[in-house]
């Protein structure tokens, strides 16, 4: 998976699971999507355990991100044309 | 080694085997024993791992008696995720929820066979959590080595 340093992110649950990720999407997202695993986000291929769940809120993507080392992570980064791109690409849940 | 026009291995004998954080001892005795029995067997071996595994790895096996390549973990996962390469069977060590997701990413990207080979303490965790079909390598171990060693046995027919 690309290095996330290279994103403007910002840590929104730390060291959790996907199943974790999923649920608070879930409840505090309205715009969400379900991804395969090797998806690519800016250049980054998600890892996880399907149905990967991502949101997006305005221009903000919100997706879970895997380090080997450190687990799962969920952060969001803000760009308008990497949310249009995906708002095109998938359907929405 | 078969080499394909691109430079890479022609991939129908080959084996990947992917690596996470390093951070329970017996996974590189884990790794090596495993692309021991598949050199044995004709199949070659490719590493798939964080720089501190490869690193293991490479030291291990200074002289490649058991590994044909060692890779970059993204590089791999790039290359997968492209269908610029694919691999037949695949080993994925897991330890942690992260290895979990790496497992589950392969099997969803590649064809071939996924063995998780699952260790560490929290081993039957992780087992848990892999609801695809496979066939679990497992053993709740981290020092010694010899339960995971007989949980391979049991599943690695192939041997030479």
């Known amino acids: 998976m690309g290095c996330l340093d290279k994103l403007p ?16 999407l879930k409840k505090n997202f ?4 379900t991804v ?14 399907p149905p990967i769940s991502l949101a997006i809120e305005g221009n903000t993507i919100i997706f879970p991100f895997t380090k080997p080392c450190h687990g799962t992570f969920l952060v969001s980064v803000e ?8 708002r095109k690409e998938n359907y929405k849940k | ?17 992917v690596l996470g954080c390093p951070q329970v001892p017996i996974q590189t005795t884990a ?20 720089p501190a595994a490869r690193l293991l790895i490479k030291y291990g096996d200074i002289d490649g008696h058991y590994i044909d390549e060692i890779k970059d ?9 492209e269908k610029k390469e694919s691999y037949p069977r695949c080993f994925v060590f897991i330890h942690n929820d992260a290895g979990v997701s790496y497992a589950a990413t392969m ?18 965790k992780m087992a848990e959590m892999i609801d695809f079909d496979c066939e679990k390598i497992m053993a709740v171990a981290a020092h010694n080595p010899k339960p995971l060693i007989s949980a391979i046995n049991r599943v690695l027919k192939w041997d030479a």
Not at chain 1, 9 to 24: G, K, N, Q, V
Request: hydrophobic share 45%; glycine share 8%.
């Open chain 2, 107 to 124: 099997n969803s990207l590649l064809d071939g066979v996924v063995y998780p080979v699952i260790f560490g303490s929290d081993a039957e």
């Open chain 1, 30 to 33: 309205r715009e969400l999507y």
């Open chain 2, 1 to 17: 080694m078969e080499k394909t026009e691109n430079g890479n291995m022609d991939n129908a004998d080959k084996a990947l085997l």
């Open chain 1, 9 to 24: 992110y910002e840590i929104i649950l730390r060291h959790t699971s996907f199943a974790e990720c999923r649920e608070y």
């Open chain 2, 31 to 50: 790794v090596l024993y495993i692309a021991g029995r598949l050199k044995k067997a004709g199949i070659k071996t490719v590493i798939a791992g964080t």
């Open chain 1, 79 to 86: 760009d308008e044309e990497e949310a249009t791109r995906i």
């Open chain 2, 73 to 81: 973990l993204d590089v791999i996962i790039d290359a997968v995720a």
């Open chain 1, 36 to 49: 395969a695993p090797g998806y690519k986000i800016f250049d980054v291929h998600i890892i996880g355990v």
